[in-house]
């Protein structure tokens, strides 16, 4: 990961060009076309499951552009904001598309696994343990995927955001995949696939300033920018393509705009 971006307010996002319902439909479906053999990866010997092998089948191989990470509640928004990136040329990973993912795994190891003798009900403690087993890898899977992405751009909106009773200003996360995936990115390391390095010179030496005076709240991890939707919005209605020119102009807006 190059940089991680909040938009503020992305409840208010426009996107610039009619994206329909029936456009995100058939987004959800393109994306979920690999559930059906998700069975496949369940079993090797009988009695265990391939944990690598699923990682593999839902996680894409190669880098993207820009991870979305967002409220569940947010998810047709993020789908029509991935939509208009990936016209763009970008490449885009959605969190909540690999989440609906996981929870169809489970399903299916509960059902074969996690039964009672009588197959009346689920095993609390094997749901426990199944339940801890696929969202330790699933979660593991998409901090790699953070690691190889260029930007980080979580979707702040009031589905995703709380302002804690009692304490002005201090926000918090409602939600713990949220939460540490914003953790992660404290800690993963920064490069970014762009050939260019003046600009990336000219950000790098601006965040190490402004870094020092950013103040650090417990509850929800402050990614390095913080932009409002019209910015997207005037990224998106540019009169160009392509990743790398695309990347471009979002580092020379953030650079302008708060160089």
């Known amino acids: 990961m190059y940089r991680s971006i909040e938009v503020t307010d992305f409840h208010l996002f426009n996107p610039p060009e009619n994206i329909s319902n029936s456009d995100v439909m058939l987004y ?7 559930l059906n053999d998700l069975k ?24 993207v552009d820009i991870f979305l990470s967002h409220s569940h509640s947010d998810a047709d928004e993020a789908i029509k904001l991935a939509i208009a990136l990936e016209s763009k040329g970008l490449k885009v990973f959605i969190d909540s598309c690999v ?24 095993d609390y403690n094997k749901r426990n343990h199944s339940t801890s087993h696929a969202y330790m890898m699933l979660n593991t899977a998409l901090h ?7 930007i980080f751009l979580f979707l702040g909106t009031p589905n995703s955001i709380s ?55 417990y509850d929800k991890p402050r990614l390095d920018y913080k932009i409002e939707s019209y910015v997207l919005e005037n990224l998106l209605s540019g009169c160009y393509s392509g990743s790398k020119l695309v990347l471009h102009h979002l580092y020379n807006r953030l650079n302008s705009r708060f160089g």
């Not at 790699?144 to 260029?150: L, N, Q, T």
């Not at 920064?190 to 030496?205: D, I």
């Open 28 to 34: 959800k479906s393109r994306k979920k076309e690999a």
């Open 144 to 150: 790699k995927m953070i690691d190889r992405c260029e």
């Open 40 to 63: 496949d990866y369940l079993l090797v010997d009988g009695n265990s499951l391939d944990g690598s092998e699923i990682q593999k089948y839902l996680f894409p191989d190669d880098d």
């Open 99 to 122: 989440w609906g993912n996981a929870f169809d795994l489970l399903k299916v190891i509960d059902d074969q696994y996690c039964r009672n003798f009588d197959d009346s009900m689920y």
């Open 163 to 217: 302002v804690k009773n009692g304490i002005e200003n201090q926000e918090s996360l409602k939600s713990p995949w949220i939460f540490s995936e914003l953790a992660f990115i404290q800690h993963v390391r920064r490069k970014s696939s762009l050939e260019s390095t003046s600009l990336a010179e000219s950000l790098e030496s601006r965040e190490k300033m402004a870094m020092d005076s950013l103040e650090v709240h």
